[in-house]
């Protein structure tokens, strides 16, 4: 079965700060995918960035970088000189080699709060 | 519009009532997801529809729920003799490609609260 924990569930950081989410993984498949998604209060999740497992180079997107470490089953998000507008909940997700038919695995979501 | 919508927004209901929910996806995406989102279980994975094949409704969390999606477009989520636990944000998501390797595109939700 696969899993993604994000362990933590609220993080609360002043404008202007660094904040890494964490997200760990579980998987037996070999190939997999894994994502980042941005749920501002709106409430329809926002797709952030999709990785695959043999692709381990780090990324980075203006303010967001994201590490994958696969010897730690992490991917790691961070926003580099938070703002306001980066608070929203984000969630991490799996997708294995099964398909459309097994849906996504998400983890449960970390609340980020940036404080001005 | 442009994205996936969903409706209502918001439903209140009486514990014992069926309810409806629907989704328009993004015109021309063939896949379309329903996941359930609540405090204590986050976000689950109800169904899968990829274009007219009937789904896999493995993952439903009774036989209360039903889904169906007409003409590979509009789906309705239905759920029968709601009970409180069933209170939750469902969401339903499109996507132009088969599989859950590529992004989904999401709706804002009905916020479902059973009284």
């Known amino acids: 079965a696969q899993k993604v924990t994000q362990a933590q569930t609220e993080i609360s950081v002043v404008e202007k700060e660094d904040v890494t989410l964490d997200c760990v993984y579980e998987?037996?498949?070999?190939?997999?995918?894994l994502f980042w998604y941005k749920q501002p209060p709106s409430g329809e999740l926002v797709f952030l960035i999709r990785?695959?497992?043999?692709?381990?180079q780090n990324e980075i997107s203006g303010r967001y970088s994201w590490n994958f470490q696969k010897s730690t089953s992490s991917f790691n998000f961070t926003i580099t000189a938070s703002q306001v507008v980066d608070s929203a909940v984000y969630f991490c997700?799996?997708?294995?080699?099964?398909?459309?038919?097994?849906?996504?695995?998400f983890g449960k979501g970390t609340h980020l709060i940036i404080q001005p | 519009g442009a994205g996936v919508s969903q409706s209502p927004s918001n439903k209140v209901t009486e514990k014992g009532k069926d309810v409806e929910l629907r989704c328009d996806p993004i015109?021309?995406?063939?896949?379309l997801y329903w996941y359930r989102q609540s405090l204590g279980q986050g976000l689950e994975f109800l169904i899968y529809?990829?274009?007219?094949?009937?789904?896999?409704k493995s993952g439903l969390p009774s036989d209360r729920f039903s889904a169906e999606r007409t003409g590979g477009s509009v789906s309705t989520l239905t759920i029968q003799r709601t009970q409180q636990e069933d209170s939750a944000v469902y969401l339903c998501?499109?996507?132009?490609?088969?599989?859950?390797?590529?992004?989904?595109?999401f709706g804002s939700g009905t916020q479902l609260s059973v009284l």
């Open positions: 990785r695959n497992s043999f692709d381990e």
């Open positions: 529809f990829q274009g007219n094949s009937a789904p896999d």
């Open positions: 015109s021309g995406h063939t896949a």
């Open positions: 997700a799996l997708s294995g080699e099964g398909g459309g038919a097994d849906g996504l695995t």
């Open positions: 998987t037996r498949d070999t190939t997999y995918y």
């Open positions: 998501a499109s996507s132009p490609w088969a599989t859950t390797n590529e992004k989904l595109f």
